[in-house]
DNA sequence: AGATTCTCCTAGAACGTTCTAGATATGGTG
DNA sequence: CACCATATCTAGAACGTTCTAGGAGAATCT
């Protein structure tokens, strides 16, 4: 009656028994089974034959404790957030190319950053890839003399970090608002979000060259702070003042401001432009319709990727792209 | 000029460094960094002092290598999943609770499941707790075989199934729409999602109790999907004969639903109802404002972590619970 | 024929822990 | 004083691999 994981479980066979059933050494089943060069054709046929038939898997705890070679990497990210799961994708791919697992750890607000790091190290990866929002440059560097460990969306001083050219971004979307015409821009702000303060200032500083006006609302990441920000500007500002144009700091807040748009009646673009940042999936949908900027993920896995497998990891900078849709339109004052 | 992680790491102390540096054998240090008894309590003030002035941390490869208790779960979820992102969070506080680290795995679309398995298998975690959309029944039983394997969201067959009445969550929808008059109703399906055969089939025998017609469009679990169902649908289907109450999947397929609903100029609630499932952050947005079924996170959380730990494991089923907001609104003919 | 070089194989140490089975010392008891 | 119980400690095997060093044959060279 009782679910059937009460029973023992039937110890998972061993190198020592794959090498016995097939009559050859310890250390010539590990020739086999790890590929390298020492063994005849016909040993390797006999033994792989045996592991398959016994269902035998090598134990990477073993593995890499005596190798230091676990072919494992580990990778921290934030859990529900679409970018870190389009990257999180595009980084399989290319591991899984090059022979490599990987583990993940989740951060989070409630969830110690570098708890998250200890453990996927404990576990025994070569080299930890991450987003690591809030975690002290100090202790990341610090980690980083035990093994690689590369800053994925944000630059760490003296880390291998592989992030996007925020200003480059920031600035096309001022400048494709700046050319139909808007000349009041509202930037929603990403808070302690990584690559936040970056598209702060490059807002403030593209807003200044191209000689509008600019005002940065403090937010945050999702869609709620996002919602409550734009909603009680909205009610505070009389409508004459309003922006006419409003940046928000990714997808997924663009997506809160835009039912506070809602709700203020106002019509997207006619009366009030938005874009957003990432180019998530759902920005793509009809209604939102975004106007968004694309970061180049394959670009950035493949480099993170580069970085941690190699001991001397550089630190990359990507162009991202804007994408143009309908929630961006002509000011018609 | 280059990054610092170049520089050979500087190998990381080991329970023979402490021991030594302490004065102490190596059974010592090691019955001390346990808590195990059998030291006095001078020895384990010394030890202690001496591992942590070396930045000692246990390894746990050769812990659990050679005790077969790494004190680590496996979990394998969805990036991208709100819901899966909750629960994820739940499961953290939960092994938080017992002392036991998580690492994850990413299923997804183009990743094998079955490979997500091993590789958390294979890390040395004692139990995986797991939604498993496609892996099929038997090679779950298989490998739970070797060690306890819980499955999360979805009823499989002999082994720990952690899930939500689903039954009763559309029940409680669909009874709320009739008593509000919709006698039309209509459900995208999440295709091959987990729990998304469970919840079409409840919704069929929930509509015919309640003697109202239903209709199911075969769609998904994201946005997209559900956004092009909805929308075929509204545009093939005259106004007088399409559902007055729309049942999307999830939170993420009302979302794309609500966007067809849009760009066919209906009005929510006033012509059209719409509910989510899952009770995600952005469905209590004021735009949204959705109606869904809130699953009891923590307590599938904490059923799976216990299911985890204790070797007899059971299943358990948990009850949801509707949330009334604005998207669901009295019939107008 | 001896020396050299292959190819294929193996014994045994090592990785960093935990665990078993004692050793040693301390103190109480008959 | 001999005996046992208890508390504290330790040596060394074990976990499942990989790696180093070398051995046995067979083939090639000089």
Partial sequence: MSSNSASRPPKRPTLTDVARASGVSVALASIVMRGAEGASEESRAKVKQVAANLGYRPDSRARSLRSTRSRTLGLALALGEPLHA?????????????????????????????????????AGVEAVIGVFPELPAAQLTQVSKQLPVISLLRKVKGLPS??????AGIKQLVEHLVARGHTRLLHL??????????RRDAFVAAAASAK???????????????????????????????????LAFNDRAALGARQAIDL???????????????????SRLAHADLTSVRQDVTALAEAAIHAALNASGKSSIHAPQLVVRGSTGERRP
Wanted: charged share 20%; hydrophobic share 45%.
């Fill in 162 to 167: 592989i992030i996007t050219d925020e200003a």
């Fill in 86 to 122: 389009e990257l999180a994708d595009a980084l399989y791919a290319q591991a899984d190319a090059h022979g490599f697992e990987i583990i993940l750890g989740a951060t989070g607000k409630h969830r110690d950053e570098r708890r998250v790091l200890n453990t996927l190290i404990d």
């Fill in 264 to 282: 203020a009646a106002l019509q997207v673009p006619a009366q009030i432009s938005l874009t957003g940042y990432d180019d998530s999936e759902f």
């Fill in 212 to 246: 509008v006006q600019a005002q940065v609302l403090v937010a945050g990441a999702d869609e709620t702070t996002a919602f409550q920000a734009l909603h009680d500007y909205l009610e505070q500002t009389p409508r004459t003042q309003c922006a006419s144009a409003v």
């Fill in 189 to 198: 702000d990403g808070g302690s979000a990584v690559a936040a303060r970056q």
